[in-house]
């Protein structure tokens, strides 16, 4: 992941003087225009998710916003005049809706590259004072503009090309009517950023879901502006908290005078969408179809609201634990609210899902001990046992492990009897098989041992010090445990190359053979 740097997503909610807020129960009328272009000038990366974001919230506004179809208009992939030619002829239809009595709304939203004066849709330019004014002109008694414009990075990408200046609009005094609202995705000297597991940017994700219930925190029914701004922060704060870029810090300002809440979306249940009611405790994401759909929206274990308004349809559920995932999928029928159950939930341990390649997690490791048993490699010595302990990396392919070991064996007979000692070092690496009960690898270690032989009584023979290097072949079942733990059982094969004292007084490479098998805990982060 590359770092770098942009400003952006930033909302301006004009009121013309003396109107009160667009509330569910007033005579309004809504349009939009919305844009999205993943291509920017010849120099920037193309992003991968500002035309999708755009399409999220397009029919986010028309779900749940009061936005008619036919009011709104998605442009994906277009060019400057394009976008141009669109609002104004929106703004022709809001003024021809003056005289039909009741208030309009005008939101225009835009994501994709831009800098401090203009936005770049692919490799034409729109002047940002130019957007500023069309919007501002427009007869529409609200009047929202949102523009998220940001470059693209790597798998939770900084979305930002190149370092530039703080993108704005230059509002100065010329905003008419009581009423103003600024909402930025980052602050002035921060990343915007946007995220492989949610394909999306993590701001324009937060704002969807929370007009789709998850920032209805007083239950109501309504998401109103402050609910959802509150909602994309919150949240924002927290993912972004987890990138290498590091922390994202939404900007809000609110000066609506005396003016009520703005609401946002209505979430009711009728025969045109269903309401998905998620458990406590945990976060959930939910998905279009399967694992493979697009990402519908989530709720944070610390969220109050958990229901989410959905069109009718098959979903796929996935809540996070500590160590775990919870998958499954649920079928939304019109009108009905599901309420999702979490002994209906597959787990799914982190350990396996870095082995699919979900992008959920790309590794996962932890420290783990055990006790094992080895056939004797000195003759006459009885098995060796003891302790070991490990550090184990569980990678997309393989497993991987350091260990350090210890045992004990010896001899005894008429004359004199040994402890013989083994200190070991190993490194291990494994491929591994998930079946539903355990899983299963099967792997080689190449390691060095220190053996030291102690004879009793001590007079009769001096201690003898080796060194041996060995390879070993085997293979283990593991099963795992709720709290990150897990169970492990192996039996490998080994073969020693030791030095052995030969006649008279010479030493030479002896390979000896060995087996040996164990069981241990591990602990998984």
Not at 85 to 97: C, F, G, M, T, W
Not at 395 to 405: Q, V
Not at 481 to 507: H, K, M, W
Request: hydrophobic residues 40%; proline residues 3%; contains cysteine.
């Amino acid at each position: 992941m590359r770092r770098q740097h942009c400003r952006g997503l930033i909302l301006v909610a004009i009121f013309a003087p003396g109107v009160r807020s667009a509330s569910a129960g007033a005579d309004v009328e809504r349009f939009a225009v919305v844009i999205g272009n993943d291509q920017g000038t010849s120099d920037e990366v193309p992003l991968r998710y500002a035309e999708t974001d755009a399409a999220k919230i397009a029919g986010v506004l028309q779900a749940v916003g009061g936005f008619a179809s036919e009011n709104v208009v998605l442009l994906r992939g277009g060019d400057a005049e394009g976008a141009m030619r669109a609002i104004i002829a929106i703004n022709e239809r809001v003024r021809s809706r003056m005289g039909m009595g009741g208030d309009t709304v005008l939101l225009v939203y835009y994501s994709g590259h831009g800098d401090r004066k203009s936005l770049h849709l692919g490799r034409s330019r729109l002047d940002l004072h130019a957007l500023e004014q069309l919007v501002r002109g427009s007869a529409a008694t609200v009047r929202l503009l949102i523009v998220d414009a940001c470059q693209s990075g790597a798998l939770t990408r900084v979305k930002g090309g190149t370092s530039a200046p703080r993108l704005e609009l230059d509002l100065g005094g010329r905003v008419p009517g009581e009423g103003i609202v600024f909402l930025t995705s980052s602050s002035a000297s921060e990343d915007a950023q946007e995220s492989d597991e949610l394909r999306s940017s993590f701001f324009t994700h937060y704002l969807a879901s929370g007009l789709l219930g998850a920032a209805d925190s007083n239950r109501d029914g309504a998401v109103v502006l402050k609910e959802a701004y509150r909602h994309a922060y919150e949240n924002t704060i927290r993912a972004s908290s987890r990138t290498r870029a590091g922390i994202q810090h939404p900007t809000f300002r609110y000066e609506l005078g005396g003016q009520g809440e703005i609401v946002l979306s209505q979430l009711r249940l009728d025969g045109q969408r269903a309401t998905v009611r998620l458990p406590t405790g945990r976060s959930f994401l939910l998905f279009e179809r399967d694992s493979d759909g697009a990402v519908v929206a989530e709720v944070g274990a610390e969220d109050r609201a958990r229901a989410i308004s959905v069109k009718p349809g098959r979903y796929f559920v996935r809540g996070r634990g500590r160590d775990h995932l919870l998958e499954g999928t649920i079928r939304a029928l019109p009108g009905a609210e599901v309420r999702v159950d979490v002994a209906t939930l597959e787990r799914v341990d982190y350990a396996r899902l870095v082995r699919k390649g979900r992008g959920v997690v790309t590794r996962v490791h932890g420290p783990a001990i055990g006790y094992h048993v080895r056939t004797a490699i000195i003759r006459g010595a009885s098995a060796c046992h003891g302790p070991s302990a490990a550090y184990v990396g569980e990678l997309p392919r393989m497993r991987l492990a350091a260990r350090l070991a210890a045992c004990r064996g010896g001899f005894e007979n008429d004359v004199l009897s040994a402890d013989t000692d083994e200190l070991s070092f190993s490194g291990r690496a494994a491929v591994a098989w998930d079946t539903p009960a355990v899983t299963l690898d099967a792997g080689m270690a190449l390691g060095v041992s220190y053996l030291r032989e102690s004879f009793y009584p001590s007079g009769d023979a001096p201690a003898r010090n080796t060194g041996a290097a060995f390879l070993e072949v085997g293979g283990s079942v593991i099963r795992y445990l709720p709290g990150g733990l897990y169970l492990a059982a192996e039996i490998a094969g080994l073969s020693y190359a030791l030095p052995v004292t030969s006649p008279p007084g010479g030493r030479q490479l002896e390979v000896r053979l060995a087996a040996r098998s164990g069981l241990g805990i591990g602990l998984q982060f």
